[in-house]
């Protein structure tokens, strides 16, 4: 088999791959907001200590906090509990001070010492749903967060940050009516015009996203996230230049940014610039390993090139990474392929149909190695169980076609050749497959009809790729547009 018939197969399975688009929670983490200090403390719960001296170092500490001077407003806090070791106020303060020190568990027992002194404080409840969701306990936070809209319904802050831990969670039918009131509710700002929409668009509300995606984007122009999801939609609506546009300021201004590398490889790859979309793929997968479709699309890319060794090196990593993956093994056994290495061909499709073994591609893959191993008699079983799953599985038929041709079994061939043909009529390799059949068959005029449509289709494909363009059965498998 020739380099793009390996391709060919190839690429059909790797553009059915399907990714995800990520969201708030991995691209950009929400930024949660606290509750506001207060100037002006409410009555204190430790009787006669609370006196005008302590209710005076409170609004001095709660001034520092507001501008931004932690490290000055805590000696203030620590004196007043000393000689008011039950005022609230003074344990909510702070907890914020430590809690913006990444002393979480220390500031998580003064805002609960603060609530248990003060239930009523909405403020400390408020700012220990921050903490509890900057430490990753979303359940707790949200209860907290629900239970301070409960008790004060118009809380900017706690309406907020419900809204961005739902956006985490990736619950944005009820984020975006929180993130809407908290416009409403003078929370205006980046983070909410972000999250807004991220929610927007994961309801698939495009237009709405791209207003929200816009206004973040003028709240902070430097900032490559909006950038990104504008993007996406301007691809979904096939507007790829612009699309391209987008991310490559993305990029710009966030250089590690696996999403917006990958898709502009996509980009690339889906106007047919291979090779420049694999600088794009390297950045991806060096930025970020974790994401099967990072070497799925470099190492494809690689096929197409004709750069076997790069590509069987990247699957090689695919399959170390995701050892249970029956696809990381595929693509190993693919690539072996692609290098007539037919034992490791034959290994790694094996292991692929441990892991799934219904997976018609590798069947078919692994009936075409047999053939070349000249274990003839197993290829058959194997392609026959391939068409089994699926009769119009294209190169299970073509392969078995020529198996059978090859063992001179012609009448057997017929059938199964020319359902191939129905299957892909622009693919020569089945037409002269059928010529020698006929041809051995003494069928002149069957012989001489097939070899004029191979010669054409063989001349078409020639053309083809001498002006650099793509098979159509690669065209036919563009990847669909990045869904949520």
């Excluded at 909510?92 to 002393?103: A, C, F, K, P, S």
Aim: charged content about 25%; glycine content about 4%; overall charge positive.
């Amino acid at each position: 088999m020739n380099l793009c018939h390996i391709a060919r197969v190839l690429l059909r399975t790797v553009f059915q791959i399907k990714f995800t688009v990520l969201v708030a929670a991995t691209i950009c983490a929400p930024i949660l907001v606290r509750s506001q200090t207060q100037a002006h403390p409410a009555k204190q719960t430790n009787g006669p200590s609370s006196s005008d001296a302590v209710n005076s170092q409170i609004r001095e500490a709660a001034s520092l906090l507001q501008q931004g001077r932690p490290g000055d407003a805590e000696p203030i806090l620590r004196r007043v509990l000393l000689s008011a070791p039950r005022n609230a106020d003074a344990h909510n303060l702070l907890g914020i001070v430590l809690d913006q020190r990444g002393q979480f568990k220390a500031a998580e027992q003064e805002y609960r010492t603060a609530l248990r002194l003060n239930p009523t404080s909405i403020s400390s409840l408020a700012n220990l749903g921050v903490l509890l969701a900057r430490t990753g306990r979303s359940a707790e936070a949200i209860r907290a967060f629900e239970t301070v809209l409960k008790k004060a319904p118009e809380h900017p802050q706690a309406t907020l940050n419900l809204g961005l831990q739902y956006v985490a969670r990736g619950d944005f039918a009820r984020a975006l009516p929180l993130l809407e009131r908290a416009t409403q509710l003078n929370a205006d700002n980046y983070q909410v015009r972000y999250s807004f929409g991220l929610a927007l668009y994961n309801l698939k509300r495009f237009d709405a996203a791209v207003d929200a995606f816009q206004s973040a984007s003028t709240l902070s122009p430097s900032t490559a996230e909006p950038l990104y999801y504008l993007g996406l939609i301007h691809w979904s609506r096939q507007q790829d230049e612009t699309a391209a546009q987008l991310w490559e300021r993305a990029v710009q201004f966030r250089p590690k940014f696996p999403e917006a590398n990958f898709m502009l490889g996509e980009a690339l790859r889906k106007h047919r610039r291979t090779a420049a979309a694999v600088e794009f793929y390297q950045r991806a997968l060096e930025q970020d390993g974790s994401v099967f479709a990072h070497y799925t699309r470099l190492g494809g890319a690689y096929i197409v090139l004709g750069q076997l060794e790069q590509a069987l090196d990247v699957f090689r990593r695919a399959a170390k990474h995701f050892p249970q993956s029956p696809e990381a093994h595929y693509f190993v056994g693919i690539a072996a392929r692609a290098r007539a290495d037919y034992d490791l061909a034959d290994k790694e499709l094996r292991v692929s149909l441990t892991l799934q073994p219904d997976n018609v591609n590798a069947l078919a893959q692994l009936g075409f190695v047999l053939q070349e191993r000249d274990k003839t008699v197993e290829a058959e079983q194997t392609l026959r169980r391939a068409l089994t799953i699926n009769n119009k599985h294209f190169y299970a038929n073509y392969d078995l076609g020529r198996l059978l041709v090859k063992s001179r079994r012609y009448e057997e061939a017929i059938p199964i050749l020319r359902h191939a043909a129905r299957l892909k009529p622009t693919n020569p390799g089945v037409h002269y497959q059928l010529f020698i059949t006929f041809s051995r068959l003494k069928s002149k005029e069957d012989a001489d009809k097939e070899l004029a449509i191979f010669k054409q289709l063989d001349d078409a494909a020639k053309a083809q790729r001498r002006s650099g363009e793509e098979e159509e059965d690669i065209e036919d498998n563009l990847p669909a547009p990045p869904t949520p």
